[in-house]
């Protein structure tokens, strides 16, 4: 059973049933949402958080619109959260948002292999709070040279 609750436009929780009972989970929407606002004030110190960008793999189109969006170039799969400044030995990170109890698809874990081995850093990240630190962390690692 699903039931969004919210008082704007978009819903940013939803109310699932398990084995344990009912219990409210924010939306990996709304997580996301809150990782961006982070970044735009975390900019402060970080200017190159301004290369952090969503990709908009996710959510519900028809199929005209999903056919079009592959045509584009679009992979299903690919995690929802890029951050191109090399550090710490990476070329990148590559955040993927879920939330509990959710996990990564076989085909995400699939791109995280490969994003892997490119020389990205992936994480998959289950909050905002911990997308943060994750992001956090990453940038507060030693620049990494890339020979151009």
């Not at 045509?71 to 710490?88: E, H, I, S, T, W």
């Not at 992936?122 to 962390?137: D, N």
């Amino acid at each position: 059973m699903m039931l969004a609750m919210a008082t704007s436009r978009r819903p940013r929780f939803r109310l699932t049933h398990d084995s344990d009972g009912y219990r409210v989970v924010r939306l990996e929407s709304a997580e996301q949402i809150t990782v961006m606002q982070w970044a735009a004030n975390a900019m402060r110190i970080w200017p190159e958080l301004r290369m952090l960008y969503a990709i908009p793999n996710g959510g519900k189109r028809d199929a005209r619109e999903a056919a079009h969006l592959k045509r584009q170039g679009v992979k299903a799969g690919y995690p929802d959260l890029n951050l191109d400044v090399a550090r710490g030995g990476f070329h990148g990170l590559r955040i993927e948002m879920k939330t509990p109890p959710n996990k990564p698809t076989h085909l995400q874990a699939a791109w995280h292999v490969c994003l892997r081995e490119q020389g990205f850093r992936v994480e998959v990240c289950y909050s905002a709070t911990e997308a943060i630190e994750v992001l956090r962390a990453y940038m507060q690692a030693m620049p990494t040279r890339i020979a151009a």
